[in-house]
């Protein structure tokens, strides 16, 4: 929803600030953020939406003139929501690309695979999943948009309490 993009459009243009200032570069070469997003696969639901949201921030930054001037490009790999697809991926954007951060997984699992790549490559990240275990413990490169896991359940108890349901299966 709109807060997810907000949240993505602040790290994005934080993240590439902080390289722009930090890392010289020819003024045409692009900034390069990765997307690890489940486009396709059991959680396209969430992926797909991710990505057009993403691609939607890219072309209003380009529109406003780029980061300092420099254009700024962003790299979806589709994971469809697999870990191992996940993991090749991201080594892929990191080596390959070589992306100033990553935004994304879309997926719980697949988050807490790319986590070792991540930490390894000393890359920030901020994961589109749920599950407390992404950041407990505190990671140093590791983030994430959502409300926890925890905070969804309970959220989803206290609906069913107002609605006076008592028994759940």
Request: hydrophobic content about 50%.
């Amino acid at each position: 929803g709109d807060t997810f993009m907000k949240k993505i459009l602040f790290f994005i243009v934080a993240a590439a600030c902080f390289i722009s200032f930090t890392v010289p570069a020819r003024a045409a070469e692009p900034i390069k953020i990765g997307a690890l997003l489940a486009v396709t696969g059991p959680a396209a639901y969430l992926g797909e939406p991710e990505r057009n949201t993403v691609k939607m921030v890219e072309e209003q930054i380009n529109a406003a003139g780029g980061i300092n001037g420099r254009p700024f490009e962003i790299i979806v790999e589709d994971t469809e929501g697999d870990e191992a697809k996940t993991v090749m991926k991201a080594k892929k954007l990191i080596s390959q690309d070589q992306v100033i951060a990553i935004v994304g997984p879309t997926r719980s699992g697949t988050t807490m695979a790319a986590i070792p790549i991540i930490e390894k490559a000393e890359l920030p990240m901020v994961s589109c999943a749920a599950a407390e275990a992404i950041v407990k413990p505190v990671k140093k490169w590791v983030f994430k948009t959502p409300q926890s896991d925890a905070d969804a359940v309970r959220a989803i108890y206290d609906k069913i309490k107002a609605m006076g349901l008592v028994k759940v299966a």
